[in-house]
């Protein structure tokens, strides 16, 4: 073996490990979330603003680093304000109406919902930039849907009352998981321009400011004398759950390829249905596998194609 390969190799194999790390952190999102509801009487946006307070010093701080660097290269004011409302569409809106949706549904079906969301942005990328879409990824798209379908069947009772919540639930984790494939729709456009890692400080900056100018304009409830609970969920959930993952993920793309981290990010379902288990009691149906497993080779095919 040539020591070229052999470096390959090893920068594959690094690529991996930070691939998988950077989902199985990115799955305690909604863990952390589901925590704060069953311990404090936390709401939604609190819970997120505390979220993006924690986080925000990081990405402002790697923002500058970045645009420090010889090779930096200035936004335009075009990108300035394209940066602005893709990053609030895919950490603004997206989270926040994923944090509603998780208020009614389990972190389980949650993360299954959201896993659809490359399924929306090979549809996306068909009606917008008329990428033809092969009979084969048409095939992946009914698969991963079927799948959703039985996943999401066998948790609701159609006959109680608690099923209108479940199904409201869904409706905001779905149209979380539509905003968020148009986040990427949207990043696929900048990114090759300025880079994966500068692109993610400035659009989770301008996400922050988004949630914080949102909460003080909305909400009534003081950011101090809350449950120290809430604090601690909100910081692990800044650290572990969105900072770390976001630079992890980044870092697997610059070794293997956006396809291939794609493809290494599907653990994320599973992660999350075996951290739900072991620290929300959540029950694992056979069903819920059943439907996860549709899920992740219909998200595969669709990484292969792409």
């Known amino acids: 073996m040539t020591p070229s390969l052999t470096n390959n190799n090893q920068r594959i194999l690094k690529g991996i490990v930070l691939a998988l790390l950077g989902a199985i952190c990115f799955s305690t999102k909604a863990i952390f979330v589901k925590l704060a509801y069953r311990d404090t009487h936390v709401d939604a946006l609190t819970l997120l603003a505390w979220r993006m307070i924690f986080s925000v010093p990081f990405f402002v701080g790697a923002a500058l680093i970045s645009s420090s660097k010889a090779t930096n290269t200035k936004f335009t004011p075009r990108q300035w304000a394209y940066i602005a409302v893709v990053g609030c569409l895919g950490y603004y809106i997206s989270s926040l109406l994923d944090f509603l949706g998780l208020a009614y549904v389990s972190a389980s079906i949650e993360r299954l919902i959201l896993f659809v969301y490359p399924t929306l942005v090979l549809l996306m990328s068909a009606l917008i930039f008329k990428v033809k879409i092969k009979p084969l990824q048409w095939l992946a798209v009914v698969i991963t849907y079927v799948g959703l379908a039985i996943a999401f069947t066998s948790e ?8 209108k919540n479940f199904l409201l639930g869904s409706v905001y984790i779905f149209i979380c998981a539509f905003t968020y494939a148009a986040y990427i729709v949207g990043s696929g456009q900048l990114i090759p321009q300025v880079g994966a890692s500068k692109f993610n400080s400035y659009a989770m900056s301008f996400a922050s400011v988004g949630v914080l100018l949102h909460f003080a304009a909305f909400s009534q409830v ?11 969920y909100s910081f692990l959930m800044a650290v572990f759950s969105t900072v770390i993952p976001s630079y992890l993920v980044t870092a697997a793309i610059n070794r293997m390829g956006s396809d291939n981290t794609a493809i290494v990010g599907s653990v994320g379902p599973v992660s999350t249905i075996v951290l739900a288990n072991v620290f929300l009691s959540e029950a694992v149906t056979f069903w819920q596998l059943i439907g996860t497993l549709l899920i992740l080779v219909g998200v595969w095919i669709i990484s292969k194609q792409k």
């Open 156 to 163: 609701i009772d159609w006959g109680a009352e608690q099923s």
């Open 222 to 232: 003081s950011l101090f004398h809350l449950p120290a609970l809430v604090y601690v």
